[in-house]
């Protein structure tokens, strides 16, 4: 019995030095190969250990540093740069997390119901019953363009669906993908080609962020008829169709 007295208070004096500790760990959003927002103040955010110091520098010259919370969530407000890249991002606390190919460029939040989710590759099916011929002029063109469009500064943010029936998600699951014959077909149509657009009318990075379910939706967030806002979360604007 006294060997296996010594033997747990061992064990538990080992644990106690990590118990509550934790990486500190940003949003999944701010993560390899992403586009901020260019020349914003714009808002990145995690969590951490309670009373945690997190700095966050940008290879462009930026550094600013915050304290966790309470509940170990923290949010800085990093200025940006001018269009362009490809820069770095650190993160630092009691780890260092560096996010590479970081553009500066347009980031735009895409929503809608089915209509933003329907991807290329089913714009650009043909189905030979169902297909009006006045329509498939445009799921050829729509075909031609997913199969060989290729852009290293148009890139999405995909947003894996998930759902809460209780209490709002704080955190989410994705990844950033730019342009290619091997990514086009899984992106939202309507988010691609005005996508496009803004990539040949501005000449800047663009990426967007369109959301894996046909539906989105937030407690205190109904409204009416948008077709423009701030930049998320204060400076990000919006399509919503």
Same mark, same amino acid.
């Given at each position: 019995?006294?060997?296996?007295?010594?033997?747990?208070?061992?064990?538990?004096?080992?644990?106690?030095?990590?118990?509550?500790?934790?990486?500190?760990?940003?949003?999944?959003?701010?993560?390899?190969?992403?586009?901020?927002?260019?020349?914003?103040?714009?808002?990145?955010?995690?969590?951490?250990?309670?009373?945690?110091?997190?700095?966050?520098?940008?290879?462009?010259?930026?550094?600013?540093?915050?304290?966790?919370?309470?509940?170990?969530?923290?949010?800085?407000?990093?200025?940006?740069?001018?269009?362009?890249?490809?820069?770095?991002?650190?993160?630092?606390?009691?780890?260092?997390?560096?996010?590479?190919?970081?553009?500066?460029?347009?980031?735009?939040?895409?929503?809608?119901?089915?209509?933003?989710?329907?991807?290329?590759?089913?714009?650009?099916?043909?189905?030979?019953?169902?297909?009006?011929?006045?329509?498939?002029?445009?799921?050829?063109?729509?075909?031609?363009?997913?199969?060989?469009?290729?852009?290293?500064?148009?890139?999405?943010?995909?947003?894996?669906?998930?759902?809460?029936?209780?209490?709002?998600?704080?955190?989410?699951?994705?990844?950033? @993908? &730019?342009? =290619?014959?091997?990514?086009? +077909?899984?992106? /939202?149509?309507?988010?691609?080609?005005?996508? *496009?657009?803004? $990539?040949?009318?501005?000449?800047?990075? @663009? &990426?967007? =962020?369109?959301?894996?379910? +046909?539906?989105? /939706?937030?407690?205190?967030?109904?409204?009416? *008829?948008?077709? $423009?806002?701030?930049?998320?979360?204060?400076?990000?604007?919006?399509?919503?169709?």
């Amino acid at each position: 019995m006294k060997r296996k007295s010594i033997a747990f208070i061992f064990g538990v004096a080992v644990l106690v030095p990590f118990v509550g500790r934790s990486d500190v760990r940003p949003s999944a959003l701010f993560s390899d190969n992403m586009v901020i927002q260019r020349e914003t103040l714009a808002p990145v955010w995690g969590v951490a250990d309670v009373g945690e110091t997190i700095t966050v520098t940008g290879s462009w010259g930026e550094t600013v540093a915050t304290t966790a919370d309470g509940s170990g969530k923290w949010m800085v407000k990093l200025k940006t740069p001018l269009a362009g890249g490809p820069h770095a991002l650190t993160i630092k606390g009691k780890n260092t997390i560096e996010i590479r190919n970081v553009l500066s460029g347009e980031v735009w939040f895409c929503s809608g119901q089915s209509n933003m989710a329907f991807e290329l590759k089913k714009l650009a099916k043909i189905n030979n019953f169902r297909t009006e011929k006045r329509y498939r002029a445009a799921a050829d063109y729509v075909k031609k363009e997913m199969e060989t469009a290729r852009d290293g500064m148009l890139r999405r943010f995909t947003v894996q669906g998930n759902t809460s029936l209780q209490e709002p998600l704080e955190t989410l699951d994705g990844q950033w @993908v &730019a342009s =290619s014959p091997h990514s086009n +077909p899984d992106f /939202s149509g309507t988010a691609y080609f005005f996508g *496009r657009e803004l $990539r040949e009318a501005l000449n800047v990075p @663009v &990426a967007w =962020s369109a959301p894996g379910a +046909p539906r989105v /939706s937030s407690p205190g967030f109904r409204p009416k *008829r948008i077709s $423009r806002m701030r930049r998320w979360p204060h400076t990000m604007k919006a399509v919503w169709r």
